[in-house]
T-cell receptor, first 113, second 110 residues
Framework: GAGVSQTPSNKVTEKGKYVELRCDPISGHTALYWYRQSLGQGPEFLIYFQGTGAADDSGLPNDRFFAVRPEGSVSTLKIQRTERGDSAVYLC???????????FGPGTRLTVT | GENVEQHPSTLSVQEGDSAVIKCTYSDSASNYFPWYKQELGKGPQLIIDIRSNVGEKKDQRIAVTLNKTAKHFSLHITETQPEDSAVYFCAAEPNTPLVFGKGTRLSVIA
């Protein structure tokens, strides 16, 4: 079956611009996670949705970062006033109701120039 | 919060030899420990996991062991093949989000 998909695969933006990154989870998965991976590091947690609501947003670095999942399926990560330090690969994962296994998408590589 | 340490950061083995990657964690509340394989330009792929009520789990050439008392767990790959070359990450789950180690770059030399 189809896995987690993320668009775009690559995004280059200028410092100060606004960007949106999209995640389509595995069909039927109720939990959705956003992680950020810097070069040479493991993924770091940003935010977790259970259904439509953010169950844990403790990993968001500051108020420039925001994420939504209005219908409990697709999620969008939004970054305002981008900074060069935001450059990283943004990964999305999903898991089924009651499941602990998290399945990752291919990521969006964000470059802020 | 949870802290996961992973060693070694790089590992080179001859094809056919075994590879072992070790991780330690700090939060005794962690009860789920997955391992991911990440190839260049791709997202992490779940390859095996273990729960805190199990000491060892095996799936073909890969196995994972868990020592809850010592708070460490290990990945074992036997009969390594060139296609095993990748970055491997361990993780621990104290509640829901995963906490990852920094990764091990495994190179299998043919």
């Amino acid at each position: 079956g189809a896995g987690v998909s993320q668009t775009p695969s690559n995004k280059v933006t200028e410092k100060g611009k606004y960007v949106e990154l999209r995640c389509d989870p595995i069909s039927g998965h109720t939990a959705l996670y956003w992680y950020r991976q810097s070069l040479g590091q493991g993924p770091e947690f940003l935010i977790y949705f259970q259904g439509t609501g953010a169950a844990d947003d403790s990993g968001l670095p500051n108020d420039r970062f925001f994420a939504v999942r209005p219908e409990g399926s697709v999620s969008t990560l939004k970054i305002q006033r981008t900074e060069r330090g935001d450059s990283a690969v943004y990964l999305c994962a999903s898991s089924s109701a009651g499941g602990v296994e998290q399945y990752f998408g291919p990521g969006t590589r964000l470059t802020v120039t | 919060g949870e802290n996961v340490e992973q060693h070694p950061s790089t590992l080179s083995v001859q094809e056919g030899d075994s590879a072992v990657i070790k991780c330690t964690y700090s939060d005794s509340a962690s009860n789920y420990f997955p391992w991911y394989k990440q190839e260049l330009g791709k997202g992490p792929q779940l390859i095996i996991d273990i729960r805190s009520n199990v000491g060892e789990k095996k799936d073909q050439r890969i196995a994972v062991t868990l020592n809850k008392t010592a708070k460490h767990f290990s990945l074992h790959i036997t009969e390594t093949q060139p296609e095993d070359s990748a970055v491997y990450f361990c993780a621990a789950e104290p509640n829901t989000p995963l906490v990852f180690g920094k990764g091990t770059r495994l190179s299998v030399i043919a």
